[in-house]
C-alpha cells in the first residue's frame, strides 16, 4: 500500500474546529512485507525497533504473491525484536477466521511479553479474497461481520467470564467455543474504516480508529467530519470519545526546503503532525517506510519534536 500523500489532495490541517483527546503520542512504521529480499521487512522492524519507535506494522493481503504470510512474519519479527509493538496495519478478516485469529494474537502477545496489537478491517480486494477461497461480501455485510468478529475475539480473550462462548451471527456462528488464552496486556483493536457506518462501529466497539492519509477525498479537514461520526456513536454506547485512539498512516520525504506536505525537513515535518494531532485528536502517526534512514530520522528529529511541541500547546491551553 502507498500511504504517500496526493499532490491534489488538501492536506491542510486549518479548521474552525479542534480537538484533542489527550493521548500520549505514538509513532510507528508500516513496513512492506514483501518477501524478496526475504529479510528485509524483518529488518525494517529491527531498525524502528532500535530506533526507539512505538510500533511496526505490516499490510495483510494473503492474496499477493510477493508478500510474506503477514501473521507468520509478525511472529518472527516479534522475535528478532525487543521492545517496539507490532500489529497488521490491517488484518484481512475475510481470511482470519475470528476465533482463531483470537487465539493467534493472545498466543503472540503472550510469547513477546505483551507487544502486539490487533489492526483489522472489514475487507477489501474482493477478487483476490475469492480466488482464495474466502466470502464475497458486499459493504454492509462486510461491517456486520466485522462488529459479530470483534465480538467473538474479546469473548475469546475474556478468561474471567464462566462457560463457553457463544455468537450467533449472519456470518459467523460460534457455538460453544472455549475461552482463553488471555493476552499478557489489553490488546488494542483498532479498525481501518473511512464511511459512516464503520465509524460509527468504531465508536461502538474498537480501541482505536486507523485511517490512511491518501484514502481521505477531501483532505485532513476530513478527519474532523469522521471524527464526530465515532464521537457520536461512542457516547450513544456509553463510551467516551477519548476510549478510541485515533492513528493516521502518512507519508512523506525529507528534503532541505519545504515543498508540501511532509515533503521537507524534519522541522516542518513536526510542526505540521503537532498541529494534526492538536487539530484533529490524532495519537498515532505511521510512516510507510521500507527506508532505514527515513526511519531514523523519523524516530531520532521528528517524533520528539512533535511530542514537545504538543505538549509544550497542551501546557499553554491550547486546543483545549
Known sequence: MNTGTNS????????DVTIDYGHDLLFGTFVTPTNHPVHQAVEQAVVADRAGLDLVTFQDHPYVARFHDTSTLLAYAAARTERIHLSANVTNLPLRPPAVLARAIATLDLLSGGRIELGIGAGAFWDGVAGMGGPRRGPGESIEALEEAIAIIRGVWNTGESGALSVRGQHYDVRGAKRGPAPAHPVGIWVGAYKPRILRLVGRAADGWLPSIQYLQKG???LAEMNSHIDESAHAA???????RRFLNIGGQFAAQGRGFLQGPPSQWAEELAE???????SGFI???????LTQTFAAEVAPAVRELVADARGTGRHE
Open 276 to 282: 494534526v494531532a492538536l487539530t484533529y485528536g490524532t
Open 8 to 15: 491534489g489532495t488538501n492536506t491542510g490541517a486549518s479548521t
Open 220 to 222: 485532513l479537514p476530513e
Open 238 to 244: 456509553g463510551r467516551e470519545p477519548r476510549d478510541i
Open 287 to 293: 510512516l510507510a517506510s521500507d527506508d532505514t534512514a
